[in-house]
């Protein structure tokens, strides 16, 4: 009964073996399209307050800017790995705030590294979109 027992561990340590990295994969595919839906929303909303406020973007202030102004419910967060998850939109200092995670939102329309234009939003990650973020 004992080795029944312990095959019976065994088999089920190897199941779980085999299957956490899928998860984990799962996971990070899911953080992923998160991420993207987030962005669209974002991207979306800026357009929105763009095209109410006669031209104008939002300012320095985006995330109370468009949250109180319902044109987002909230800032929603960004999943990358190797940062924490964060909604902080970042909007000074691009140029040497690369890669803190969270958002990046271009405010004044001057020339800078980022390559970036006034009123654009992205992921403050240098490495990009490798297929998961």
Avoid at 2 to 16: G, S
Wanted: glycine share 8%; proline share 3%; aromatic share 10%.
């Amino acid at each position: 009964m004992t080795l029944e027992i312990l095959l019976a561990i065994l088999v089920i340590a190897i199941t779980l073996f085999l299957s956490v990295p899928k998860f984990s994969n799962i996971l990070r595919k899911s953080e992923a399209i998160a991420t993207k839906k987030g962005l669209a929303s974002l991207r979306s909303a800026i357009s929105l307050y763009y095209s109410d406020n006669g031209g104008k973007y939002p300012d320095a202030n985006i995330a109370k800017e468009l949250v109180e102004k319902g044109y987002i419910r909230e800032i929603p967060y960004v999943y990358i790995p190797g940062h924490k998850k964060s909604n902080i939109i970042h909007v000074k200092d691009l140029e040497n705030n690369v890669d803190v995670g969270g958002w990046a939102y271009k405010v004044d329309d001057f020339n800078d590294s980022t390559g970036k234009h006034q009123g654009q939003i992205w992921v403050n990650c240098s490495y990009g979109d490798r297929g998961n973020l």
